[in-house]
């Protein structure tokens, strides 16, 4: 019954939005974190999807990797910060919240619509098994 | 006087019957006959179906297809695809019409090729998007959600057209 993978695809789909809301809630966690040198600083995490297709081109996807953002961290003038170096500078990190924010919204959207496709399919399995009743 | 009689009289024309078998040297043959006869009545369950049943298979394979779509709707180079259900649905009933094998069935158990085959014979294409994305990724979250509302619905219509149909054979069963 190809209805039953619509499960297995719709959450694989939830799983990996769930992923990326877990990255982008780290990233602003971590907005204001300051460090002494660049290497140190927080970088802002993102996750790249890749979809899993079995032989009838039809699947699910999943999170290929996450990638750290090549965005320079800013240096701030916080001479009396313990964190900041010898010139008393302390490096920011690189989170870009607006982005960070239009992100989570894509990621709550694109989470409802699996869900939406998960409970139609549910409905429908369940009119499918009370045939005939 | 025959009427009210009538049950009692066909318990012993049954009885007769059943006597003058028992004399005969083969008695199982008569049974044979008889579960032939009622075999090959009007109603076929294979048939009885139709279309629809074809029908079913292809749109829950089309709400898998449109299903991974918005799984994948931020899967970069990702293309959205799709099949033409009507095209589909011919092709599937053209295979079961041109299935030419045939096998003996040496018992009334035995299953027919064509029963449990599925219609799985489709062309998958993929979608012309109306705004494609920077990113590769075909995937118009507006336009999935349409069609996989379109195909569910169409989903409960064949599962409306089978429960009438099994509804129908059920008082033609019961003779209501």
Do not use: C
């Amino acid at each position: 019954m190809s209805l039953f993978n619509v499960f297995n695809i719709a959450g694989s789909g939830m799983q990996a939005q769930t992923v990326r809301m877990n990255t982008t809630a780290s990233n602003l966690a971590n907005v204001d974190s300051v460090a002494t040198t660049p290497d140190e600083a927080y970088k802002a995490k993102h996750p790249i999807f890749a979809s899993v297709l079995n032989a009838q081109m039809t699947g699910g996807v999943k999170v290929g990797e996450i990638y750290k953002s090549d965005a320079e961290n800013m240096m701030r003038y916080e001479p009396n910060n313990p964190m900041s170096n010898e010139d008393g500078y302390v490096f920011q990190s690189n989170v870009n919240s607006i982005e960070e924010m239009v992100n989570m919204i894509s990621a709550s959207r694109s989470y409802q619509n699996n869900v939406e496709v998960m409970n139609t399919s549910k409905e429908l399995l369940t009119k499918t098994l009370a045939l005939g009743k | 006087m025959w009427v009210s009689n009538g049950g009692v009289e066909f318990v012993k024309v049954i009885l007769a019957y059943l006597l003058l078998d028992s004399n005969r040297e083969k008695p199982k043959l008569v049974f044979k006959k008889r579960f032939k006869r009622v075999n090959s009545m009007a109603i076929s369950f294979d048939k009885a179906f139709g279309i629809q049943e074809q029908a079913l298979d292809l749109r829950s394979k089309r709400s898998e297809m449109i299903a991974s779509n918005l799984a994948n709707a931020d899967t970069p180079n990702y293309k959205a695809r799709d099949f033409d259900f009507k095209t589909a649905l011919s092709q599937a009933q053209g295979v079961q019409q041109t299935s030419t094998a045939k096998v003996d069935q040496t018992n009334v158990k035995h299953l027919s090729l064509d029963a449990g085959r599925s219609a799985s014979v489709y062309e998958t294409l993929y979608r012309n998007p109306i705004s494609p994305s920077l990113d590769g990724n075909t995937v118009e979250t507006h336009v999935e959600q349409a069609n996989f509302a379109e195909n569910s619905i169409q989903y409960q219509a064949t599962l409306n057209f089978l429960s009438h149909r099994i509804t129908g054979l059920m008082s033609a069963i019961k003779g209501e």
